[in-house]
């Protein structure tokens, strides 16, 4: 099909070799998006880029059944959840989730869009680059008696943790900060042996006077 | 190639006398008697051009108006002395949405709904066999008609019936409200008998659904379910209500407006959006539009033709988009795809401009992201802004209605003249003369006198005139009725693209013959898909529902015999498969029942169906291996495509 004097517009790849898949038919045009002699690089798959760490916040009608709703979702569009926090806010018929979850941009905003079809998501914002406060919390058992013990609250002490719980052969740290802060006294802890632990999962807020909730109120 | 492993048992040339109902006795062989004498006795239930038709055509219009009816009849109007209930609320939200007909199965927890039915004439119940059939049937009436299709069926094993059904709504965004009855709300969660937990189940193959369990919360959430239906992105909503809810009195009135804070459709496009999206149509030497079923769901079939005209630029359609432009016109391409024409696969694959309107970028449409149309910009309108970016990368989205997004982009579109055009619209035709030429099987006979399926799809869609609303199965009749029906006018396709699921094309033709009265309705089924739901032929007679049905019967599970010769080296397993002896079948259920085995019989047979005032199925015995081409390998692009190996008819 390919007129004599245009061979080099047919696409390099094998699979393309059959002269009659020739795409540019009229060589009087200028192909402008498709210089001579060159195939057209690959069309980019949304979502392969490169994946790292995103906080979601989602804004939600407090409705029997919301969690389970944004948590099906997740599962169903195959996307990461690796923390997930919801609680209620100052209006009792909302409630607020802290999403955290690694992917590459793309992937993330089709999270959120996906989000935005349930009919109980009011509003869903990724704060990953804004200026936030972020927390969680975690309780941690640690193995201490009266030979280690000091060091252990030592150890709190320089990451502003509090003991809670106190027993003669154990205790119970409490931790906030971000998500690298708990991890990282956790890494420390470690060595005492742990015996439980439990995480509340990030939450967050913008710093500043804007509000994402006052965006949803009526 | 492959092996003949007819193992029916039947010879396919058999041609036995079937005869219908008591007082048919047709066969292919009554072909002159039956021919000429049909038209006028076509009796379509409620007939065209009746007081019942332009009801239902005026039901349509406040449907799409979006506007609740406000006079309800109260049960003291309908001259009925006992309280109002939750059933009673069900039936008036059901009037107050316009509703004119449901397909339902009762059960259990349903008879309060059942028992208070018949103090609402206007609301017409249509007993299906199976409640799948129920759910594919509103599937096809929403579609054929525009307006919101109800199913009801019972908890349990009736509501997880409806389940692929939904599913089904759900992929193809059809508008859908679903209805199941649930146990008494004391014994939820319980694990009753005919309990399950149905609202966990269509969580997430439904918009939005509800678990109602307080009768006064029935007029809200009805008035919300069809309100999110058929707003935006149409798609099925559920409604699960227990049967205390039914039964319960109820003093709520409907309400006026409804608060959905979460729920708000952008229907609106960006105006810098439009403004860049004329831009590239401008600079554009070899566009191309793209329409998907959002073409149709919006109605926007007068503006994609008008942008078509005005800047000259040809229109492919998706699977489901086959009908937002009369295939006759000069600049109407035809479907792309895995199973597409193959000069519309090429136009993609060497376009500068993709204009893609209310389509999702489905695998069985782009094939390997990375080679689709390897030279295109793209512009992709859609309401759903999760589509935006969710398959293939592009370079101007628009979120917003089609309609309205068109109806905003045209007066910035500068007219091109057909000349301007000449080399790229006289390049597509020789491509499209020839694509056209090599598969098709116009002398009626495919390969040694054997009944092409091809030549029936498109006799069929001559026959009616071009008009009727065509119903496909899934499988090859479904490429064949897609390619070869030739569709002029819009919403006369009916297909399930998105979950391709098979016994879908008999009930849903139901659904659309009743939606759209005023127009013939055929179903193109194969004999596998058919034996899915056959038991629907019983619906059709004690209904009336004058479907005429167009089996393809090759013996075979055609589609997966074609992936098993070209794709699985001819191991054919589990595709042969046994079917009744369907004249005696038709017979049994009261359907009149015609056969065509050679294609001198085809059209004896199709004007022998449509002379009959009511159902009738045509038996054609089609070729066993005839294939779809040209076809797409599974993870391969559009410039990969398999075509017949075509022998030239000898001199």
């Known amino acids: 099909m390919s007129p004599a004097g245009n061979p080099g517009h047919a696409p390099d790849q094998a699979s393309h070799a059959a002269p009659d898949h020739a795409p540019h038919p009229a060589p009087t045009h200028a192909a402008h998006h498709a210089p001579a002699h060159t195939a057209p690089p690959p069309r980019a798959l949304p979502g392969r880029g490169e994946a790292h760490r995103h906080v979601l916040v989602a804004i939600v009608l407090n409705r029997p059944g919301v969690l389970n709703r944004v948590a099906s979702l997740m599962r169903a569009r195959n996307f990461n959840i690796d923390t997930l926090a919801v609680s209620h806010t100052d209006q009792p018929d909302v409630s607020r989730m802290t999403i955290t979850l690694h992917g590459d941009d793309v992937l993330v905003e089709q999270a959120a869009k996906q989000l935005y079809r349930l009919i109980d998501v009011l509003k869903v914002q990724d704060v990953t680059s804004d200026p936030t406060v972020e927390h969680e919390i975690a309780l941690i058992k640690v193995r201490a008696d009266e030979r280690n013990r000091g060091e252990v609250l030592t150890l709190a002490e320089m990451y502003k943790a509090r003991v809670v719980d106190l027993a003669a052969e154990s205790l119970i740290v409490e931790a906030t900060g971000t998500e690298a802060e708990v991890d990282a006294l956790i890494a420390l802890l470690r060595g005492f042996g742990i015996k439980e632990l439990v995480r509340s999962g990030t939450v967050v807020m913008s710093r500043g006077a804007g509000s994402i909730e006052e965006a949803v109120k009526r | 190639?492959?092996?003949?492993?007819?193992?029916?048992?039947?010879?396919?040339?058999?041609?036995?006398?079937?005869?219908?109902?008591?007082?048919?006795?047709?066969?292919?062989?009554?072909?002159?008697?039956?021919?000429?004498?049909?038209?006028?006795?076509?009796?379509?239930?409620?007939?065209?051009?009746?007081?019942?038709?332009?009801?239902?055509?005026?039901?349509?219009?406040?449907?799409?108006?979006?506007?609740?009816?406000?006079?309800?009849?109260?049960?003291?109007?309908?001259?009925?002395?006992?309280?109002?209930?939750?059933?009673?609320?069900?039936?008036?939200?059901?009037?107050?949405?316009?509703?004119?007909?449901?397909?339902?199965?009762?059960?259990?927890?349903?008879?309060?709904?059942?028992?208070?039915?018949?103090?609402?004439?206007?609301?017409?119940?249509?007993?299906?066999?199976?409640?799948?059939?129920?759910?594919?049937?509103?599937?096809?009436?929403?579609?054929?008609?525009?307006?919101?299709?109800?199913?009801?069926?019972?908890?349990?094993?009736?509501?997880?019936?409806?389940?692929?059904?939904?599913?089904?709504?759900?992929?193809?965004?059809?508008?859908m409200v679903a209805i199941t009855g649930n146990v008494v709300s004391s014994l939820l969660g319980k694990d009753a008998f005919q309990e399950i937990d149905i609202t966990g189940i269509t969580l997430p193959c439904t918009k939005h659904n509800y678990l109602v369990n307080d009768p006064n919360d029935i007029p809200r959430v009805f008035a919300e379910a069809f309100h999110i239906a058929r707003t935006g992105r149409p798609g099925p909503v559920h409604i699960d209500v227990t049967k205390d809810a039914l039964m319960g009195a109820c003093s709520a009135e409907h309400p006026e407006t409804l608060y959905l804070p979460g729920f708000k459709p952008k229907f609106d496009g960006h105006f810098r959006q439009i403004k860049l999206a004329a831009g590239e149509i401008a600079r554009a030497e070899r566009p191309v539009i793209l329409a998907g079923h959002g073409v149709l769901i919006s109605n926007a079939t007068a503006e994609l033709r008008e942008l078509a005209e005005k800047a000259q630029i040809p229109v492919a359609h998706t699977l489901l988009g086959v009908s937002a432009m009369d295939e006759t016109h000069p600049l109407s391409l035809g479907f792309v795809g895995m199973h597409g024409w193959k000069h519309v696969n090429r136009v993609i694959q060497s376009c500068d401009l993709l204009i893609a309107l209310g389509m999702r970028f489905d695998d069985r449409v782009t094939g390997h992201v990375p080679t689709f149309a390897p030279y295109a910009r793209i512009i992709h309108v859609d309401i759903d802004p999760a589509e935006i970016g969710k398959n293939v990368a592009v370079e101007v989205p628009i979120v917003g209605d089609v309609?309205?997004?068109?109806?905003?982009?045209?007066?910035?579109?500068?007219?091109?003249?057909?000349?301007?055009?000449?080399?790229?619209?006289?390049?597509?035709?020789?491509?499209?003369?020839?694509?056209?030429?090599?598969?098709?099987?116009?002398?009626?006979?495919?390969?040694?006198?054997?009944?092409?399926?091809?030549?029936?799809?498109?006799?069929?869609?001559?026959?009616?005139?071009?008009?009727?609303?065509?119903?496909?199965?899934?499988?090859?009749?479904?490429?064949?009725?897609?390619?070869?029906?030739?569709?002029?006018?819009?919403?006369?396709?009916?297909?399930?693209?998105?979950?391709?699921?098979?016994?879908?094309?008999?009930?849903?033709?139901?659904?659309?013959?009743?939606?759209?009265?005023?127009?013939?309705?055929?179903?193109?089924?194969?004999?596998?898909?058919?034996?899915?739901?056959?038991?629907?032929?019983?619906?059709l007679v004690q209904d009336n529902i004058p479907v005429k049905i167009a089996l393809l019967d090759n013996r075979k599970l055609g589609m997966i015999r074609q992936w098993q010769e070209l794709v699985y080296a001819g191991n054919y397993h589990s595709s042969s498969l046994l079917g009744p002896d369907w004249l005696k079948l038709a017979e049994a259920y009261g359907v009149a029942g015609f056969r065509a085995t050679t294609p001198e019989e085809v059209d004896g047979a199709i004007a022998a169906a449509r002379a009959i005032d009511g159902p009738a199925l045509v038996h054609f015995v089609i070729a066993e291996e005839q294939n779809v081409f040209p076809m797409m390998p599974a993870g391969k692009g559009l410039s990969d495509l398999l075509e017949e190996q075509f022998e030239e008819p000898k001199q």
Not at chain 2, 21 to 49: C, D, E, F, V, Y
Not at chain 2, 138 to 157: E, F, H, N
């Open chain 2, 403 to 539: 309609k309205r997004v068109l109806a905003a982009l045209l007066p910035q579109i500068e007219p091109v003249s057909p000349e301007a055009r000449a080399a790229y619209l006289g390049q597509i035709a020789e491509w499209k003369a020839e694509s056209e030429r090599m598969p098709w099987h116009g002398s009626g006979a495919w390969r040694d006198g054997q009944l092409s399926a091809d030549f029936v799809v498109s006799q069929i869609g001559a026959a009616s005139g071009h008009d009727a609303t065509i119903v496909a199965d899934v499988g090859q009749n479904q490429m064949w009725t897609a390619r070869y029906a030739g569709f002029r006018r819009p919403n006369s396709h009916i297909s399930s693209g998105g979950l391709g699921t098979m016994g879908f094309g008999l009930p849903a033709a139901m659904g659309a013959a009743v939606g759209r009265p005023d127009k013939e309705t055929w179903a193109i089924v194969g004999d596998g898909g058919l034996q899915m739901t056959a038991q629907e032929l019983m619906t």
């Open chain 2, 1 to 175: 190639m492959g092996t003949r492993a007819d193992d029916s048992g039947r010879t396919p040339t058999a041609t036995a006398a079937g005869g219908g109902g008591p007082s048919l006795s047709a066969t292919s062989a009554a072909r002159g008697a039956a021919t000429g004498s049909g038209r006028g006795r076509i009796n379509h239930m409620p007939g065209a051009g009746t007081a019942r038709a332009d009801a239902i055509n005026a039901g349509r219009h406040e449907m799409l108006t979006d506007t609740l009816r406000k006079q309800i009849k109260s049960l003291a109007e309908r001259g009925v002395k006992r309280p109002r209930i939750g059933a009673d609320a069900v039936c008036e939200a059901l009037l107050a949405q316009g509703v004119d007909v449901f397909f339902g199965f009762p059960g259990g927890v349903l008879l309060p709904l059942y028992d208070v039915l018949g103090d609402y004439p206007e609301l017409r119940h249509i007993l299906v066999r199976h409640e799948q059939g129920a759910a594919h049937a509103a599937d096809g009436y929403a579609r054929a008609s525009g307006k919101v299709g109800v199913c009801l069926a019972t908890s349990g094993p009736g509501a997880t019936n409806l389940v692929t059904g939904i599913g089904n709504a759900m992929l193809d965004s059809v508008p």
